[in-house]
């Protein structure tokens, strides 16, 4: 089976560094992408990691660990504009296609 | 702006009733993804077509079908909807059938109101 767990809401303030787990339990796949979405908009890609350790774009980063099934988004220097819904979701390959499993989401407030 | 076009952004009807939900992948892409998104909850995989042929099926429900024609676009069909089918309705595309790095491109979804 295939479950991604995150958390349901997390809050910081702007300026500050927040951080987005998601755990999962599959039996294999190939990455681990991140995914924003603002107010039920069009979810739009922000990384993907294919290997274990840390990918770093501007101001987000994320990491994987596959021994311990684990990953996390990690945002730096807090933008009100960061407030939204962030979604991890597992690249899964089977037959003749891959496809994109989605975690539950984490909704981030981000506070003046 | 993705490139991924979809409609109607919203529609209202009743129970029992049948609506078409249609997308157009951005230019060049052959592979069309239907996700369902319910409130406040992560995206459901409904199914893949890649250059007119189905690819991957998910949760989809046997009241629920899809196509994709010769231009690519690509049409939901969902019957005798029930109180519980609200949700919203993306479309995605990629390039390849099989796309190898996590990067999908959605479209603004079709918001579904069942009464």
């Known amino acids: 089976g295939q479950s991604l767990e995150q958390p349901s809401e997390v809050t910081a303030v702007e300026g500050a560094i927040v951080q987005i787990n998601c755990t999962y339990q599959t039996s294999g796949f190939y990455g681990l992408s991140w995914y924003q979405q603002h107010d039920g908009g069009a979810p739009t890609f922000l990384s993907y990691n294919a290997l274990d350790g840390l990918e770093e774009t501007g101001r987000f980063s994320s990491f994987l660990s596959r021994s311990d099934s684990y990953g996390y988004l990690l945002l730096q220097e807090l933008q009100m504009k960061d407030s939204a819904s962030y979604f991890c979701?597992?690249?899964?390959?089977?037959?003749?296609?891959?496809?994109?499993?989605f975690g539950t989401g984490t909704l981030l407030a981000v506070q003046p | 702006d993705s490139g991924v076009t979809q409609t109607p952004k919203h529609l209202i009807t009743a129970t029992g009733q049948r609506v078409t939900l249609r997308c157009s992948p951005r230019s060049g892409d052959l592979s069309v993804y239907w996700y369902q998104q319910s409130l406040d909850q992560g995206l459901q995989f409904l199914i893949q077509y890649y250059n007119g042929e189905e690819r991957a099926k998910g949760n989809i429900l046997e009241r629920f079908s899809a196509q994709q024609f010769p231009d690519l676009h690509s049409e939901l069909n969902l019957s005798s909807l029930e109180l519980g089918d609200s949700a919203l309705y993306f479309c995605?595309?990629?390039?390849?059938?099989?796309?190898?790095?996590?990067?999908?491109?959605f479209g603004e979804g079709s918001r579904l109101t069942v009464l």
């Open positions: 979701a597992l690249l899964r390959g089977g037959g003749a296609t891959n496809k994109l499993i």
């Open positions: 995605a595309s990629s390039v390849s059938s099989q796309p190898n790095t996590g990067e999908l491109f």
